[in-house]
Structures are given as structure tokens and as C-alpha cells.
């Protein structure tokens, strides 16, 4: 069924639609790149067949962004450098070609394409290949209700299981992309970060992710790296806290202040951060915790991955514990009347379904684990998507792969009539 929505996608020419918007900035950009959201394979601007086999690492130095990668460059294997930027044009106007640090480039990615030819040349007067980093910009979705006659139930279905197929897939390609360029257990990582960012703080999550590393964060100190390389880590903070916000801070600094030094160019800007509208629970500075109290029972995770057990995953999440943030929102506040869970039921399950369950190797065994898996309390735009595609129940939608795949039906094909898009699915099947 899996292959009867992607006929159905290709024959209705849906566009593939990363979140990424308009106003990405470059740290966007570089976070998505080295995920591999934004392709792997290439052909340069001077004709030249690019693919990548390892990003490499976040740059601490002033220099290119990401150290030791390694690309097929025409078949042939070529380790180096790689500089990301927004525009073609940003690699002289930023001074790389000039700067000695950027000799060892062997690619430079640009999002927006300049007008008239721009080249790339090092310090050495050695032409950098040049390759446009493509996604298509996810808009936001604004559109009208617009009122239609919903299928009946057993059409309805049909079509979201596949829908969910093909999004699981999806899903579970670009987890293994990012295992490929990293390793599996980074990839988790990065994935349950990404997760714990909610949607207003996804990219700065991670960043962290990424320029942190999981074997850094599992050795000592490496909450300390975690929170300073949010930029949480400030005076203020400290001289201003109670004194339960000391007692956590003081070894923190302690460490942070040891590394500081060498991990100064990649600390998140503030700006980075979205904090405005959210709600206490999910502040960043206590996902952050959360984050920390997950790679503390790092290998509890992987020893449920290896064993595709979905549910023990979830108990992990749901039975966290942090000494300071279970029972604090923020680095600025008293201490709460009792302790709440670090992951809530729903934030455990979504966490499941976009992180744990794509990682499992086999994908049978990870549609059967989504199939069998309760979905969280339904959103308001799923309520939206039942309306639009079976009337409005949400009865046949309970399960996290129905969820799935109605999210999915919506967002490829909302407003069209749901009639005459199960008749076109009838005909490619």
C-alpha cells in the first residue's frame, strides 16, 4: 500500500516540503545539511558528481563549518573541509577565498543562487566545487476548510494506511541517511533532541545535538557542555538564582568554565531561542534537563531499539527522574510544590513515533509496532484533517499509524474533494 500513495504523491506531483521556511537562517541551514535533510548527493556547478559519505564534524576554530568529511568527488574519495552558506556569493563576501583557514574546502554549499556566475577559489587560487543545497520551503498552512463530501469509513482507511506507510518510510530513510553520516546511536540522539525541541526549538535542540555529540554528553561533565553550549550558562543566572539554582549551577560552572574556552564558537546565540508563548512545562531550559536524564539512560534506549520494544522505550521516557529538574520549569524559579514528570505521556509517544519506532531496522516490524501503538491526544490539526477527509470522527483514527497517515493525506492534498482522491489511489493500485 506503501507503494500505492508514493504512485498516488507522483502522479498528483505533491512537492516534498521540509520544514524549512523562507527565513531559514544559515545556522538552519548548516544543522539541516549535516542531518542530510537537504541531500547527499549532488552535481556541482561545474559538472562534477558529488556525494556525501561522511558530514564530518562541527569546526570549534575559526574556519570552514565542519572538519574531516569525506565525499566521492566522480567516483573518486576526497576528505576536506565543508562550508556552508545562505547565498553562492556569501564565499567571497564572507572573505573565505583569502583566508588560509578554508585551503583544506573541498565543498561549499549555497541555499540561494545569485544571478550571474559567482566561483570559488581558495587562498591557493584551487577552484572549491560548488553545489545548491534544494528543499522546498514549507509554508505555513493557512488555508481554508473547505467543505467536501468525506469517504466512508473502510475508503477512508484504506487510504490513510497507506498514507502512513509511505510516511513511515519516509521517516526511516532519513534516519538511516543521518546514521550513515554519523551512527546509529548519534542519529537517535539527535532525533530525540530534536523531539524535545517542540516545534518552536527544534533547530537549536539540535545544534546541541550535533555539536555536542552523544560520546561527549555520556562522559563527565557533559551536562555541563550540554547547557553551555545552549548558552544557558550565564553570570546573571547564577548570581541572581535561589539557592537551589546554585546548588545545580556550581558544578556546572565548574566544568563549563574548564571547556569554555575551546567550545567559545559554538555556543547557540540567543537569538536562537524562541521562547515567547510557552508554556512553563516545555521551557528549553527544562527540556534541556530532560535531555540530560535521557542520555543518562542512553543505554537502556538502545537496548530497547535492538530488541524493536516500543513500549519499554515509552516506560524509560515516563519514569525519568532529574535531582534538579524534576521539580523545577526554569533556571529562574522556586522550587515547585511536587515533582512532574520530565515526559509526559504524549510528548513520550510522539517521541516514539518520530524517533524510536523510523530507527528500527526492519521496517515491517516498525509498521507493526506504529499500527499496534495508541496515539497521543489528537491536535487540533488532526481534528481539522477528520473533518476534511471522513466528516469529522475521530473514532477510526486512535491509533498513532492512522494519525499518521491522515497528517500525511492532509498535508499533501488538502482542499481537494476526498472522493476524487481515493478514485485516482483506486486507479494507480
Not at 13 to 40: I, S, V
Not at 60 to 83: H, K, N, S, T, Y
Not at 97 to 122: C, K
Amino acid at each position: 500500500m506503501m507503494d500505492r500513495y508514493g504512485q498516488l504523491r507522483a502522479a498528483a506531483r505533491c512537492r516534498e516540503t521540509p520544514d524549512l521556511p523562507p527565513t531559514a537562517t544559515e545556522l538552519e541551514l548548516q544543522a539541516r545539511f549535516h542531518r542530510g535533510d537537504l541531500g547527499t548527493a549532488w552535481t556541482s556547478r561545474d559538472g562534477r558528481r558529488i556525494e556525501l559519505l561522511h558530514s564530518g564534524h562541527w569546526n570549534r576554530e575559526p574556519g570552514p563549518d565542519f572538519r574531516d568529511a569525506r565525499l566521492l568527488v566522480d567516483g573518486a574519495e576526497v576528505r576536506g573541509d565543508i562550508e556552508i552558506d545562505l547565498a553562492d556569493r556569501d564565499w567571497e563576501a564572507h572573505g573565505h577565498g583569502a583566508n588560509p583557514a578554508f585551503r583544506s574546502v573541498v565543498l561549499h554549499g549555497y541555499f540561494q543562487e545569485s544571478a550571474r556566475r559567482v566561483f570559488t577559489r581558495d587562498c591557493d587560487h584551487r577552484e572549491v566545487p560548488q553545489v545548491r543545497l534544494s528543499a522546498d520551503p514549507a509554508a505555513p498552512d493557512s488555508r481554508p476548510l473547505t467543505p467536501a463530501p468525506p469517504l466512508d469509513e473502510s475508503r477512508a482507511i484504506e487510504l490513510v494506511e497507506s498514507a502512513a506507510r509511505h510516511r513511515l518510510h519516509r521517516k526511516a530513510a532519513a534516519f538511516r541517511t543521518a546514521a550513515r553520516l554519523t551512527d546509529r546511536d548519534d542519529a537517535l540522539f539527535q532525533a530525540l533532541a530534536t523531539g524535545l525541541g517542540y516545534r518552536n526549538n527544534k533547530i537549536p535542540f539540535l545544534l546541541i545535538a550535533q555539536r555536542s555529540a552523544l560520546a561527549r554528553c555520556r562522559a563527565e561533565g557533559g551536562e555541563a557542555l550540554l547547557f553551555g553550549l545552549a548558552g544557558f550558562l550565564d553570570a546573571e543566572t547564577f548570581d541572581e538564582g535561589t539557592d537551589d539554582v546554585r546548588a545545580y549551577l556550581a558544578p556546572l560552572w565548574e566544568e563549563w568554565w574548564r571547556i569554555r574556552a575551546r567550545e567559545e564558537r559554538l555556543i547557540l546565540p540567543a537569538a536562537a531561542w524562541r521562547l515567547a508563548g510557552i508554556r512553563p512545562a516545555n521551557h528549553p531550559h527544562r527540556r534541556l534537563g530532560a535531555l540530560a536524564a535521557i542520555i543518562a539512560r542512553f543505554s537502556e534506549i538502545t537496548r530497547a531499539l535492538d530488541a524493536g520494544d516500543c513500549g519499554a522505550f515509552i516506560a524509560i521516557l515516563q519514569t525519568l527522574r532529574h535531582r534538579y529538574w524534576t521539580a523545577h520549569w526554569n533556571l529562574a524559579t522556586f522550587r515547585l510544590a511536587g515533582d512532574i514528570a520530565l515526559v509526559g505521556e504524549d510528548r513520550a509517544t510522539d517521541l516514539a513515533i518520530n524517533a524510536f519506532i523510523p530507527a528500527i531496522p526492519d521496517e515491517e516490524t516498525a509498521w507493526q509496532k506504529l499500527a499496534s501503538l495508541p496515539g497521543p491526544a489528537p491536535s487540533g490539526k488532526l481534528r481539522q484533517a477528520a473533518e476534511w477527509l471522513s466528516g469529522g470522527s475521530l473514532k477510526p483514527y486512535r491509533t498513532a499509524a492512522r494519525q499518521q497517515g491522515l497528517l500525511q493525506t492532509y498535508d499533501d492534498f488538502f482542499p481537494d474533494p476526498p472522493e476524487a482522491i481515493y478514485e485516482r489511489f483506486r486507479r494507480v493500485g
